[in-house]
């Protein structure tokens, strides 16, 4: 899934504190030509911008002085050690095997977790709760 050279310490790099990834995060915008490469135009310092005149490499990702890919807010997403000679971030992340989370996803692991945890109702001490907080409420 990674090539030996993108592995920190023999292990894939540690760059989300998920799995979900969406590339929007890190890319710049811009068009594309009919082969799929962004059109870009060129800052006053002559690096890549976007439409907007925000910093870009020669594939569109947002990247900071040092050549490391950053998303919208400026965070580090990857070092530039970890992009290809023409500053492809890792094909894992292009090619949507990590999707970004969305709220049914969410959804079913809520459920799921539900589904495993047994219930109170069953419970004779949550029973006498129920009983105490009803009487309470009777008595007030």
Same mark, same amino acid.
């Not at 023409?86 to 996803?105: A, C, M």
């Given at each position: 899934?990674?090539?030996? /050279?993108?592995?920190?310490?023999?292990?894939? %790099?540690?760059?989300?504190?998920?799995?979900?990834?969406? @590339?929007?995060?890190?890319?710049?915008?811009?068009?594309?030509?009919?082969?799929? !490469? %962004?059109?870009?135009?060129?800052? #006053?310092?002559?690096?890549?911008?976007?439409? !907007?005149?925000?910093?870009?490499?020669? /594939?569109? +990702?947002?990247?900071?002085? *040092?050549?490391?890919? @950053?998303?919208?807010?400026?965070?580090?997403?990857? =070092?530039?050690?970890?992009?290809? #000679?023409?500053? =492809?971030? %890792?094909?894992?992340?292009?090619?949507?095997?990590?999707?970004?989370?969305?709220?049914?996803?969410? #959804?079913?692991?809520?459920?799921?977790?539900?589904?495993? *945890?047994?219930?109170? +109702?069953? !419970?004779?001490?949550?029973?006498?709760? *129920?009983?105490? *907080?009803?009487?309470?409420?009777?008595?007030?």
């Amino acid at each position: 899934m990674f090539e030996k /050279r993108f592995l920190k310490n023999g292990e894939f %790099p540690k760059i989300f504190p998920f799995t979900k990834f969406n @590339i929007k995060r890190v890319l710049g915008d811009f068009e594309m030509d009919p082969l799929g !490469n %962004p059109i870009l135009d060129r800052g #006053s310092d002559g690096t890549f911008v976007d439409r !907007n005149g925000k910093r870009v490499n020669a /594939r569109g +990702y947002f990247v900071d002085k *040092q050549g490391n890919v @950053i998303d919208k807010l400026g965070k580090l997403m990857f =070092e530039a050690e970890m992009l290809d #000679s023409e500053g =492809e971030i %890792p094909k894992v992340f292009r090619t949507g095997l990590l999707k970004s989370d969305t709220g049914s996803s969410l #959804s079913r692991l809520m459920s799921e977790i539900e589904r495993n *945890q047994p219930s109170e +109702y069953g !419970n004779p001490q949550w029973k006498r709760e *129920q009983q105490k *907080q009803e009487l309470r409420k009777a008595q007030a």
